[in-house]
């Protein structure tokens, strides 16, 4: 739990300088976060004056109830790695807190019921963040996956399905579009997914 002297204590950081800091993502930005991937996090509009510092540790959570859902470092604004999620043409603005991600949990949130969180950026005691990340245990294995959008398409010639489909994808998304994705070498496993959750796509089972 964050007192007066843990947000001291974690303004100042780590015996290497390192500062460990809790942030507190949006509702509206964790869906986008969760349907597309992005290599940061960008965050606008913070005017504190103290807030984190380069190369500092962040805790990502949302709200209601608690929930860390990722990882990451600080790192300089600058060329844009990814487009915004909610407006692809938006310039940085001044006050942007950009965070390069370095573990993602956000299909598994861990609970952070006993964080007391001060507002959007939150100094934290490091004996408090690693006590949350730890939480999230080891990373699991990586392996491969076959994802596939299938949408049956009118169109006189392939280049125009082609193109047709993409102005599809680029219309509906995955807010919309079941995506299916299997274990590679596994397709009898295979699952829809919508709004970056399970589905089920049988009228059948439904009924």
Known sequence: ??????????AAGNADGVGTWAVLLP??????ERLVHHDTL??????DAVRPGLGDQVAV????????VALG???????????DPDDPQSPSEPGTLVVAYTRRAFDEPVPADLLTLDGPVTALEPAAFRAL???LGPPPARRTWLVSLDLPIEADTPAE???????????????????????????L?????VLGEQANQDPEEDD
Do not use: N
């Open 161 to 187: 399905a082609v193109r047709l489909f993409w102005s599809y994808v680029q219309e509906l998304g995955p807010r919309e579009l079941p995506a299916f994705v299997s274990p590679a070498g596994d397709e």
């Open 73 to 83: 470092r600080v790192t300089a604004p600058g060329q844009r790695h990814r487009e």
């Open 27 to 32: 509702a509206e930005r964790y869906d986008a």
């Open 189 to 193: 496993a295979m699952q829809a997914f």
């Open 1 to 10: 739990m964050t007192t007066e002297t843990a947000y001291r204590a974690g």
């Open 61 to 68: 959570l949302v709200d209601a109830p608690p929930r860390l």
């Open 42 to 47: 960008e965050l606008t509009g913070l005017t």
């Open 133 to 135: 990340t730890d939480q």
